[in-house]
Nanobody, 121 residues
Framework: QVQLVESGGGLVQAGGSLRLSCAASGSIFTIGVMRWYRQAPGKQREWVAMITSAGGTNSANSVKGRFTISRDNAKNTVYLQMNSLKPEDTAVYYC???????????????WGQGTQVTVSS
């Protein structure tokens, strides 16, 4: 079993910053790509940013230049630094990780429970 636990969400004014964390624990051999998604009320879940195990990153155009994804492989943790927040960034943010539980196992898709980010205007 693998658990992903997000933290760091909250209420912030427009223009402010938040840093989300997502820690993976449990039966972990290695973690591949880690991603952040978000889902606003009444909308579909959308991809926000991704980072490979080697540190390569990419992000959605809507957050480029404002959000930065990073990871600490020793801690099995991924971060999302969110700056210059806008009301349209309001959503539940979810982390996702591709996790292998042994050297012979394939990668499973694991999800956190989500953390609420609310940006007031």
């Amino acid at each position: 079993q693998v658990q992903l636990v997000e933290s760091g969400g909250g209420l912030v004014q427009a223009g402010g910053s938040l840093r989300l964390s997502c820690a993976a624990s449990g039966s972990i051999f290695t973690i591949g790509v880690m991603r952040w998604y978000r889902q606003a009320p009444g909308k579909q879940r959308e991809w926000v940013a991704m980072i490979t195990s080697a540190g390569g990153t990419n992000s959605a155009n809507s957050v480029k230049g404002r959000f930065t994804i990073s990871r600490d492989n020793a801690k099995n943790t991924v971060y999302l630094q969110m700056n210059s927040l806008k009301p349209e960034d309001t959503a539940v943010y979810y982390c996702n990780a591709r996790v292998a539980q042994s050297s012979s196992a394939g990668y499973d898709d694991c999800w956190g429970q989500g953390t609420q980010v609310t940006v007031s205007s």
